[in-house]
């Protein structure tokens, strides 16, 4: 590997009428890390993957996957395309022998996360999934606070996750509306969120749940109503391997939602982080108070803030610090644990909630 890890992108694209999270996360976020060049751009059609190549600034332009995958200048693959093009795509590239960061949720099911990792650990390829939430400042500091004592022994939690429903798409989003398809309110909005609230208290090991569409009906940009049967609403309680009593608030609503915070209390103090947008977007704050002391603002120490000043904020600014931190990793010189491996639990655990809340029991959450 020469000295800067080589990308090529799937998915960044400057064609209109998807998400742009390659375009407007991804991009930038190459574009402020010095370690880091952006060598190529894939996208379906030759004179887009031209454009694109041009517009980021990129060397080399591909219209077929596999010609990126099996470039000799590549270092990384990542995939940044609708979900449910996640599963071939990551193993295509993996097939070609790349490391692999692939965008949150990892597959449309359980079942393609656990194929997708099982085949990154038989080939003993490095792998990154987008759960940026993990790399935040914010969530670091938390965590660290947490595990170091300071609200004492956690006795319970909650997380409210309350965002803008977006009740007209055009093409590029409304096949989200299927709940096959696997990005929803619960596996996206849900899945950050609660990967935010696990990376700094731990993991679930039962959950009770309801999850349910109460928006069952959305327009086309011309009107035409679609129906819907992705979750919209979603309730858990939960216990953590540490015993802690957890609930769970994620929804989206047509008005002023009440945005993203997690609140937790120990036998010595509490701790708040407050999200500005969603906490793996946005930049967050957290306040802390112990004893009968008021909670106060606890300002983010620099040592959590691993990438250059000027990188962008806002979608940006999370993923340059998740690639930052995964840097070592990729140079086989240390492990970068937001992985596949990971993105497997936060799936088991996302079955868990959808299996608890079709039967009306609590159930266990698969540690394995």
Not at 3 to 32: E, F, M
């Amino acid at each position: 590997m020469t000295d800067k890890i080589r990308v090529g992108i799937v998915g960044a694209t400057v064609t209109q009428g998807g998400s742009g999270w390659g375009q407007h996360a991804h991009v930038p976020a190459l574009k402020a890390l010095p370690g880091y060049e952006l060598k190529a751009v894939c996208t379906a059609h030759e004179d887009t993957a031209k454009a694109s190549a041009a517009a980021f600034g990129a060397e080399q332009a591909f219209h077929r996957f596999r010609d990126m995958a099996a470039h000799p200048e590549v270092d990384l693959i990542v995939v940044c395309v609708r979900v449910p093009g996640h599963r071939d795509l990551v193993m295509a590239g993996l097939e070609a022998g790349k490391a692999v960061l692939c965008e949150w949720p990892l597959g449309r099911t359980l079942a393609e996360a656990e194929e997708m990792a099982g085949l990154a650990g038989q080939r003993s390829l490095e792998t990154i999934v987008g759960l940026q939430a993990r790399s935040a400042p914010a969530i670091l500091y938390a965590r660290d606070l947490v595990q170091g004592g300071h609200v004492g022994q956690v006795l319970t939690a909650n997380l409210t996750c309350v965002v803008q429903a977006q009740l007209q798409r055009g093409p590029g989003r409304i096949w989200q509306g299927v709940r096959a398809n696997g990005a929803n309110v619960l596996t996206i909005t849900g899945g950050h969120a609660i990967d935010a609230l696990c990376a700094v208290l731990g993991e679930f090991v039962e959950v009770a749940a309801r999850v349910s569409t109460r928006i069952p009906e959305w327009r086309t940009l011309e009107g035409t109503p679609v129906p819907v049967d992705s979750p919209d609403s979603i309730n858990v309680i939960g216990r953590l391997a540490s015993g802690a009593e957890v609930s769970v608030n994620v929804a989206a609503v047509p008005s002023n939602p009440g945005g993203n915070r997690i609140e937790i209390y120990g036998r010595e103090g509490a701790l708040i982080i407050r999200a500005e947008g969603s906490f793996n977007t946005g930049g967050s704050e957290v306040y802390a108070g112990t004893g009968k002391a008021p909670v106060a603002v606890m300002p983010v120490p620099a040592k959590y803030k691993v990438v250059p000043d000027g990188t962008p904020s806002g979608p940006a600014y999370n993923v340059a610090q998740a690639y930052a931190r995964a840097a070592d990793a990729l140079r086989g010189r240390g492990s970068f644990d937001v992985d596949f491996n990971l993105a497997v639990r936060r799936h088991k655990l996302i079955d868990a909630i959808e299996r608890s809340s079709a039967t009306g029991r609590s159930v266990k959450v698969d540690q394995t």
